[in-house]
């Protein structure tokens, strides 16, 4: 176990933490102020979007808030920049291992790169990467999950609530990671009911684009798809899909939310009763754990999977209409089942 410090470092020592967190870009919240190795435990560094995204950005700053409160040490969290390069991603990393902060979690698959280079520099800091599988490190955690699994869900309560016979897929980025949300959607779509239409559509090829972090493209692409009749209409797109969400309001259609539980998510609360579902990954219990290894000296390596037999992937049940839905939750329920004991398997790409 850490040593929870009660002493407080005044001056010199929280300026110089300060400059040390907005040199390596964007802003940072911590719950303590002592320089000692001892006291600093879980730092997160944001993927596109940052904090507020109200998606997989904010799940993962709810286990780190889990954690501060269980353990009782100093955390950080911090943005991303625009435009940033791997050195800038690897320089923020790198400061926080350098700090004392231990884990080190950069959330996206976007890090990569510039993890697989920190660990190296930091071979005693426990480094976590949310989305990928790629870093083979003694010291690396690699958090990953089976979102088709969820998608898959989703798609046979979109085939099962459409009334056109039509429903949307938004993809943020046009990359692997996304491709397992839309195979798994347009699979529970068709497996559900083939004759209901899938469109499908990316908004950017690249993040720097703006894929992730744009609400007017999402906005734009979903009303492109409900001018063609979608009503349904499913985002995997961080923080574009909050425009996915306001256009499904806007035209009195269903939204499919993802990663956090969207119904819940306060700055979306006026759209809350046009959001049937989402399909959740717990990216809070996935950071949460990996602090929790390291705290009790069993630091978690590795690829680290959470998937629907684990409960760590799902649809929410939040809105009333979709909770009492007993056909609904009947076809939902039986699509699980049958992909737990793996009678259904569902595609990745």
Known sequence: MRRISRITVAGAATASLALALSACGGTSTSSGSSDSRGDKGLAIAYDVGGRGDQSFNDAAFKGLEQAKKEFGYETADIEPTEGETDADKEQRLSSLAKQGYNPVIGVGYAYATAMKAAAEKYPDTTFGIVDDATIEAKNVADLVFNEEEASYLAGVAAAKSTKTKTVGFVGGVDVPLIHKFQAGYEQGVKDTDPSVKVISQYLTQTAEEGGFSSPDKGKTAA????EKKADVVYAAAGLSGQGVIEAAAKHKVWAIGVDSDQYKQEALAKYKDFILTSATKDVAKAVHNLAKSVENGKPETGIVKGDLKSGEVGLSVSNPEFADDAALQE???????????????????
């Not at 076809?331 to 790409?349: D, F, L």
């Open 223 to 226: 009303e492109g798809q409900i």
């Open 331 to 349: 076809a939902v329920n039986a699509a699980k089942e049958k992909i737990v004991n793996g009678e259904i398997k569902v595609k990745s790409s």
